[in-house]
């Protein structure tokens, strides 16, 4: 299947601009991927957007990077011989991108038609607003809980030890899933990075993902960094996109919930060492750590 003539993928020439340059960071999930790009096909068939996609392959054992090279030829795909996780493998992408916004992709979507417009369009009109996201549902059009507040120490308490549920809507309870309409466009902390829309100037700005965070935590810096750059992130509800969800760390699940523990720690070691006090932060350090050993063990049980 190949790619419209509005697809700037194979087209180098710096004078061209691109509007709108989507990343997606591959492992394992070949299917999944080839439904993702297929669903790019169709949305992108009638834009008016010049449009670039990038995939970064982080070494495949399921011949995800030669489907790619031999059904979407227009699609510029680097196949690494070594798995560099999400935040390198994205970065990767992220300095060849030359759209003015960059959309970050899973590969386990699939992209319905107007979605890209719509994004870059809210970006267009809103210059207060670094980065947008769309709400996500699975593939039966179930609602997926996709944004949260930031994990601040408050938030931490409260979700450690049960206030934030007693008190959802205060700072004790900003780290549960955040209730949101279904309606309209509105500020947010953290959504998923499965389908993120950000600005180029933005990343120019702010830099692209520490590296420090290579799996997980590494979009929830991503969105601390624009929020403390000055800029709002928005969810757009009226923007719908399909995500299966977990596909490539479901593989590795126990794994999985251990290395995302380990990037909020490593969050904390980032953003809150030497702000806290020590016992505090210790404490906090400490509950992290037994609740990422107590939930990695109980999944290997399954």
Not at 128 to 137: I, Q, Y
Not at 141 to 147: A, E, K, M, T, Y
Request: positive net charge.
């Amino acid at each position: 299947m190949g790619l419209t003539n509005n697809l700037a993928g194979t087209l180098r020439d710096s004078t061209i601009p691109v509007d709108v340059s989507i990343v997606i960071v591959n492992w394992n999930t070949r299917e999944l991927l080839r439904a993702c790009l297929a669903s790019l096909c169709a949305a992108l068939a009638s834009s008016r957007l010049k449009v670039e996609i990038l995939v970064v392959d982080n070494a495949s054992g399921d011949g995800s990077a030669e489907m790619v090279a031999l059904e979407f030829p227009a699609v510029r795909c680097w196949a690494n011989v070594e798995n560099l996780n999400y935040a390198a493998g994205s970065n990767q992408a992220l300095r060849e991108a030359v759209g003015e916004c960059v959309l970050l992709l899973n590969p386990d979507t699939e992209v319905p038609l107007g979605a890209i417009e719509a994004l870059s369009r809210h970006l267009a009109e809103n210059p207060a607003v670094g980065a947008v996201s769309p709400a996500l549902v699975y593939p039966d059009g179930r609602l997926q809980d996709s944004v949260r507040g930031f994990p601040t120490p408050r938030a931490l308490v409260g979700a450690f030890t049960g206030i934030g549920r007693l008190f959802p809507r205060s700072a004790w309870g900003g780290y549960r899933v955040q209730a949101l309409p279904e309606d309209r466009p509105v500020a947010v902390d953290q959504p998923m990075a499965s389908a993120f829309m950000v600005q180029r100037a933005v990343l120019e700005k702010i830099g692209h993902f520490d590296e420090r965070f290579p799996l997980f935590f590494n979009d929830v810096d991503l969105c601390y960094r624009i929020r403390q750059a000055g800029w709002e992130i928005h969810y757009d509800p009226r923007v719908r996109v399909v995500h299966v969800g977990g596909a490539s760390t479901r593989q590795v699940r126990p794994e999985a919930i251990r290395r995302s523990h380990a990037g909020l720690l490593a969050f904390y070691e980032k953003h809150y060492r030497g702000k806290l006090l020590p016992l505090l932060y210790t404490a906090l350090v400490a509950a992290i750590r037994l609740s990422g050993r107590l939930r990695a063990a109980l999944a290997a049980r399954r």
